[in-house]
């Protein structure tokens, strides 16, 4: 799987959108960018996720540039039920590869 | 729809015992997939199988380790000869197979060996 780089921690106001990026330098053309998020010791939940157009669902959007070496996920309005920890992952055909993430802390 | 059920969520095992960590996927789903995640550190990935077969065992460690995820019945992930160092949370997840498909996480089991 190709390696991605994120920010070990962010804060985010609450109502504020959250900016979360990755780099993924070695990304492979099968290779689909992931964002997974893991609130405090529960199991991982999906977000979102996208191989080279920009996407958005009822969580979040997520930005790839163009030549799919970064992206970004934005979660429009943050609540305080969004702290967690988030993983931008480059997904092989068929297995997940979680690194360290990104410690979002929302505030109030 | 159910989602991806796990059980137990809590096993307290003394070292030299065995563990079996029990996982259900999502109704319509046949890949499992186990991952580990050890105290402070993020998930990693096991072993992935579909109905009676293991597709990729790579993350899985040689010795004690070993899944299966029969025809019938749940797919369990056997630890034999417990150490401590085995204390983790487990997570299974499911899917449908296929490309780009998004994978649903169970809530875990946490091991704690004595």
């Known amino acids: 799987d190709a390696k991605t780089t994120q920010p070990p921690s962010m804060d985010c106001a609450e109502g504020r959108a959250a900016n979360l990026p990755c780099n993924h330098s070695?990304?492979?053309?099968?290779?689909?960018v992931y964002w997974y998020r893991q609130i405090h010791s529960q199991g991982p939940q999906y977000i979102i996720h996208?191989?080279?157009n920009n996407e958005t669902n009822e969580m979040a959007s997520l930005i790839i540039t163009e030549d799919r070496k970064s992206s970004t996920l934005i979660l429009p309005h943050a609540t305080l039920r969004d702290t967690a920890v988030y993983y931008c992952i480059v997904r092989a055909p068929y297995k997940l590869s979680f690194g360290a993430g990104t410690t979002v802390t929302v505030r109030a | 729809n159910a989602g991806v059920m796990q059980n137990p969520r809590h096993l307290v095992r003394r070292r030299g015992q065995e563990a079996r960590l029990r996982c259900s996927p999502m109704?319509?789903?046949?890949?499992v997939y186990w991952y580990r995640q050890l105290p402070e550190e993020g998930l990693k990935f096991m072993v992935y199988?579909?109905?009676?077969?293991?597709?990729?065992e790579s993350g899985m460690p040689k010795e004690r380790f070993s899944a299966e995820f029969p025809k019938e019945g749940p797919s369990i992930l056997r630890i034999q000869q417990v150490v401590r160092g085995d204390s983790a949370a487990y997570f299974c997840a499911s899917s449908p197979g296929g490309l780009g498909e998004k994978l649903f996480f169970g809530s875990g089991t946490q091991l704690s060996v004595l």
């Open positions: 070695t990304i492979s053309g099968n290779e689909y």
């Open positions: 996208g191989l080279k």
């Open positions: 109704k319509g789903h046949s890949h």
């Open positions: 199988l579909q109905k009676e077969n293991i597709i990729d």
